[in-house]
């Protein structure tokens, strides 16, 4: 699930439990890569990789979507500001 940055000088995957990125340079005609970096750790079980992921154009949040034994709704409440000054 590799995923280039928005600016195509880094990418994004999962390695194990972490987030890892690994620096694009381009030099000259060629290519060349860093070794890969650690972001942080994920919150998964052991084996379980996140199903999907997205990434904000800085480079600097993270969105992940990870399938979990937990069947909990997620409930995402909009405007609750306005829902609030109502009572």
Known sequence: ?????RDGRELFFVSGEQFMSAVVN???AGLEISQP???FRLSVAVGEQPSRY?????GKKFAVLVRGQ???PLVLVQNWTTQ????
């Open 54 to 58: 997205a990434v904000t154009g800085d």
């Open 70 to 72: 937990d069947s909990s």
């Open 84 to 87: 609030l000054k109502r009572r």
């Open 1 to 5: 699930m590799p995923l280039w940055s």
């Open 37 to 39: 970096r650690p972001l």
């Open 26 to 28: 381009k030099a000259g």
